[in-house]
C-alpha cells in the first residue's frame, strides 16, 4: 500500500483526522517534511544548531538547511542580508555570571540570587517572587 504523511507522521493508506494529506513515494520526502516542521518548532539559536538538518537565521528563527551540510553557512537571503554563522549563538543567559555581562544581552540580573534570566522567563524563573531586586 501507500504510505501517508499527516502532520504527525507517516501512516499507512490514510490520515486518522483526514486533513494535511501528502501521498509519499520516497523516503526522502518523510524526511524533508518532518526536518522543516522541528526546525520550524525551535525557538533558540542553541536548540536549533544542536540539529545538523537546521540552522539559525540573522531573524532569529530556525529553519530547514537548504543543499546538505552547511548549505546556507554565510550565503546571502533573497533580501541580501547575510545571516549568522552555524553554532554562532550567544551566550544564554543563565551562563551569564555579572550583572555586566548580564544586562549587555536581552536578560535581567537578580541581585538578591545572583543569577541572569531571560527577560521573558522571569514569571517562570521566580514563580513565588524569589527575586526581590532586578537590574535590565
Known amino acids: 500500500g501507500n504510505c501517508v504523511w499527516c502532520s504527525e507522521g507517516c501512516h499507512s493508506e490514510k490520515c486518522p483526522q483526514r486533513k494535511d494529506v501528502k501521498v509519499v513515494r520516497d523516503l526522502n520526502q518523510c524526511l524533508e ?3 522543516n516542521e522541528i ?3 525551535l525557538h ?3 536548540g536549533c544548531s544542536s540539529l545538523d538538518k537546521c540552522w539559525w537565521n540573522s531573524e ?3 529553519t530547514e538547511k537548504k543543499g546538505g551540510v552547511g548549505g546556507n553557512n554565510n550565503e546571502s537571503e533573497e533580501g541580501g542580508e547575510r545571516k549568522e554563522p552555524l553554532g554562532h549563538c550567544p551566550v544564554s543567559c543563565s ?8 544586562t549587555s544581552g536581552l536578560c535581567m540580573w537578580c541581585h538578591n540570587q545572583q ?3 531571560d527577560r521573558n522567563a522571569y514569571l517562570a524563573s ?3 517572587g524569589q527575586c526581590m531586586d532586578w537590574t535590565t
Open 44 to 46: 533558540t539559536c542553541d
Open 60 to 62: 532569529k528563527q530556525c
Open 33 to 35: 517534511s518532518e526536518s
Open 126 to 128: 521566580f514563580p513565588y
Open 39 to 41: 526546525c520550524k518548532n
Open 95 to 102: 551562563a551569564r555570571d555579572s550583572c555586566a555581562n548580564c
Open 115 to 117: 543569577m541572569c534570566v
